[in-house]
């Protein structure tokens, strides 16, 4: 069922851009409240193979072989009391506070980054909680966020030591590689390439998630 959610949250327009309003002011609804409660409300009757109510840029049940990707057999469920269960869940995301939230969400992959890099600096195999060295390593990532690898190089002045040779010029190195990499990633090219590559990994997720639109 991951792949219809994430399916009709795009069609709805609620991930549309990366492109963030300048400033701190409030986050204005840019996805379509109304299609977001509509596509909410037929998930759970598209998954007992009732599609009346669903939207045809993420529904594929017209097709002759459509099975559902993530349930069991690719068949419709068919227990009711399951069916009650399921709505129990969804029922408190279609109320208008909920679609005004789901409207504004955004892409969670600057959050997945400072993720990643913190688990660079203190991964979970190692036992860093006890003492202020988790502090530390956490600080460093979000300084390594914020500054780029420089802050090496800042900390270093801060507390009158002279950063060496080799690690300012490794430091600027890797920022300048961070930059090409991100300009890199941004690109329709590159873009589309990762599209190509998820198909080729996970051919029924990219049908679901992409028919739509590229
Ligand atoms: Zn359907």
């Known amino acids: 069922m991951r792949e219809e959610l994430d399916g009709l949250f795009k069609s709805n327009g609620a991930f549309p851009d990366i492109e963030m309003p300048s400033g701190f002011e409030k986050k ?53 009391a ?6 129990k869940v969804i029922d408190p995301y279609t109320s208008a506070k909920m679609t005004e939230k789901l409207a504004t969400l955004s892409t969670t992959n600057p959050n ?14 190692s036992h860093y909680t006890e003492s202020e060295s988790f502090d530390i390593r956490v600080s460093a990532a979000v300084a390594q966020e914020n500054e780029g690898h420089a802050y090496i190089l800042k900390v270093n002045d801060a507390h009158s030591l002279s950063p060496g040779h080799i690690t300012t010029k490794r430091c600027h190195e890797l920022d300048k590689k961070r930059q090409f990499n991100a300009t890199q990633h941004s690109t329709v090219k590159q873009k589309r390439r990762r599209i190509e590559l998820k198909s080729r990994a996970q051919p029924a997720v990219f049908e679901a998630q992409h028919l739509p639109s590229i």
């Open 82 to 87: 399951v069916r009650e269960d399921i709505e």
């Open 28 to 80: 204005r609804p840019r996805g379509d409240q109304d299609g977001i409660k509509r596509n909410l409300t037929a998930i759970v009757p598209h998954s007992y193979g009732e599609h009346g109510g669903c939207d045809q840029k993420w529904c594929r049940a017209g097709d002759a072989n459509y099975r559902h990707s993530s349930l069991p057999c690719g068949k419709n469920l068919t227990d009711q």
């Open 112 to 125: 997945e980054n400072i993720n990643m890099m913190i688990s660079r600096k203190a991964p979970k195999g």
